[in-house]
């Protein structure tokens, strides 16, 4: 598969060192008309996430809709991640909400509860700590 030998490397390296590269690098790709997948996803997030670029972040998550990598558990937790690094707990909670029961591991939860907390939702936290604890996280 053309993209997973070329262009995941290429973009995994440039993500950390120099993500405006990797996101461009990306865009040339576009028009290729190839078929993303999970590494190359998980890597433009991490330059995303350098940068702070919301909406390419919307970008890439909708690109994981329409591939049906979405409900991918680690492309989960990154989006909720890099969505709660830009400030948009909207966002981070509508990605928890989707993803599957079983997925949300004590780790994701622990991401989503202090976030609440941070961005003025204090309550939200407490709420979504009591379900945590309802349902029977371990």
């Keep these: 598969n053309l993209i997973d030998s070329t262009f995941n490397p290429i973009i995994s390296a ?4 120099n993500p405006f590269d990797s996101i461009s690098f990306y865009r040339k ?5 190839l ?10 997030l991490l330059a995303c996430v350098n940068l702070v670029a919301f909406n390419l972040i919307k970008e890439i998550h909708g690109c994981a809709v329409r591939n049906s990598i979405h409900l991918h558990h680690q492309l989960s937790s990154a989006l909720i991640e890099v969505f709660e690094r830009c400030g948009s707990l ?5 990605v928890f909400e989707k993803m599957r029961d079983e997925d949300k591991d ?21 709420e979504s700590f009591r379900w945590m604890e309802t349902v029977e996280v371990r």
Excluded at 90 to 94: E, F, G, T
Excluded at 108 to 126: D, K, Q, R, Y
């Design 35 to 44: 078929k993303l997948c999970l590494i190359t996803l998980l890597s433009l």
């Design 14 to 17: 440039l993500a950390t060192t």
């Design 29 to 33: 790709m576009l028009p290729l008309n």
């Design 106 to 126: 004590v780790v994701m939860w622990s991401n989503l509860i202090p976030t609440c907390t941070f961005h003025g939702e204090a309550e939200v936290g407490l």
């Design 90 to 94: 909207r966002c981070a909670s509508l």
